[in-house]
């Protein structure tokens, strides 16, 4: 399984940006798809996830209300959308893929990681 994650950047607190993860290898459909982010310094954390249906979005008790993720099986990619970001939400963002059926968030469950793109929220 190959990704590749864009759309970051840098943006003003309160802002918003959206990032894309396209998958191919697989079957996307059978891939349950997450995002984790790494702040310069600390451990990669887990942000969100989504099973291979589109069913069961989880998130981290941080991101919750603010971010949403989402998938299009038809485009083969994987979104996280980002709102009322702030400075504590700059980090790079990794998106990771699990070919099992259910919704996962811990670093060991998945398999296959893209290369990361690197968010920067101003104060």
């Known amino acids: 399984v190959q990704l590749q994650a864009s759309g970051g950047g840098l943006v003003q607190a309160g802002g918003s940006l959206r990032l894309s993860c396209a998958a191919s290898?697989?079957?996307?459909?059978?891939?349950?798809m997450g995002w984790f982010r790494q702040a310069p310094g600390k451990e990669r954390e887990f942000v969100a996830a989504i099973s291979g249906s589109g069913r069961s979005p989880y998130y981290a008790d941080s991101v919750k209300g603010r971010f949403a993720i989402s998938r299009d099986n038809a485009k083969n990619t994987v979104y996280l959308q980002m709102n009322s970001l702030s400075p504590e939400d700059t980090a790079v963002y990794y998106c990771?893929?699990?070919?099992?059926?259910?919704?996962?968030?811990?670093?060991?469950?998945?398999?296959?990681w893209g290369q990361g793109t690197l968010v920067t929220v101003s104060s």
């Open positions: 290898g697989r079957t996307f459909s059978r891939l349950a």
């Open positions: 990771a893929a699990n070919e099992g059926y259910s919704t996962y968030y811990t670093l060991q469950e998945y398999d296959y």
